[in-house]
């Protein structure tokens, strides 16, 4: 299978640098600002952007990000408003991987099928379903595959080997390694078990592996990435932006504070 060009080309002009990859929940702090932050980020060191897909019953997430997938369901944004948000983003950047992440209901709804062949066209890289066991997914790699766009796993501190092996034998682009057991946004990051367990998976996996998952500042980002090839931050940012919006209710504002910070976090993985 042929890996995503923009997500080859992205790694392989880091050489070796840890990748910068914001999660964002699109419809979060408001539906128009979803493409203007993308950009923001992009600005501001990202790499790669994973793009969430709102959804009432997010399983892995914790509640920071619960709370802006909330906002966005209110705001009814769904699978096609988050298409839509890609095909616009791709109006001014060609170059920036777009990973959506997400949940299988959406999908199921409008056809796995379809929403493969709309994902290629919108301008997605990646598509990350917490929900899909790799036991399960033949037929949906293929679709993903036959539009170019990555499909991409989970894998976790209680995976197995043979979990680890079947994942590496269908994940493209990257492998998303959970840093601890818990939901998004958890405390404790244990980065000598992240290091230990990265081992373990790059027996079987060779394409970049990403850890996300308890990287709440510029220093544990810094860390993990001497042991990973990617940095993967959602609800520091998404915290960020949601206290400024709540202070001051304008999104440009919120957008600033979030870039701000993931700047300082990007100048700390370059230094």
Not at 122 to 130: F, Q
Not at 241 to 250: A, C, K, L, S, T
């Amino acid at each position: 299978m042929t890996a995503n060009p923009r997500l080859k080309a992205t790694f392989e002009r880091l050489n070796g640098r840890a990748a910068l990859i914001p999660y964002i929940t699109t419809g979060d702090p408001s539906v128009t600002a979803t493409v203007p932050l993308m950009h923001a980020l992009v600005k501001a060191g990202a790499d790669v952007i994973e793009l969430g897909v709102p959804f009432s019953d997010p399983m892995a997430d914790g509640p920071v990000i619960q709370r802006a997938a909330e906002r966005a369901v209110a705001r009814g944004v769904s699978l096609r408003t988050v298409l839509d948000m890609v095909a616009q983003f791709r109006e001014t950047d060609e170059t920036t991987p777009v990973v959506l992440m997400g949940y299988a209901n959406p999908i199921e709804v409008m056809g796995q099928q379809v929403f493969a062949q709309a994902a290629g066209h919108a301008g997605v890289d990646g598509v990350l379903t917490v929900d899909y066991p790799p036991e399960e997914c033949d037929d949906f790699v293929q679709y993903l595959t036959d539009y170019q766009v990555d499909p991409i796993f989970l894998l976790a501190p209680t995976s197995t080997d043979a979990r680890i092996q079947r994942i590496a034998d269908i994940a493209r682009g990257y492998v998303y390694y959970v840093s601890l057991k818990g939901v998004t946004g958890s405390a404790s990051l244990d980065v000598a078990d992240v290091a230990k367990q990265l081992q373990r998976i790059r027996q079987y996996v060779t394409i970049p592996v990403g850890v996300g998952f308890g990287i709440r500042d510029a220093q544990s980002a810094q860390k993990v990435a001497e042991h990973a090839d990617a940095v993967v931050i959602g609800s520091k940012i998404i915290e960020t932006m949601e206290q400024n919006f709540n202070e001051h209710g304008d999104d440009a504002l919120a957008i600033k504070a979030a870039a701000d910070w993931l700047e300082s976090v990007h100048q700390a993985l370059i230094a």
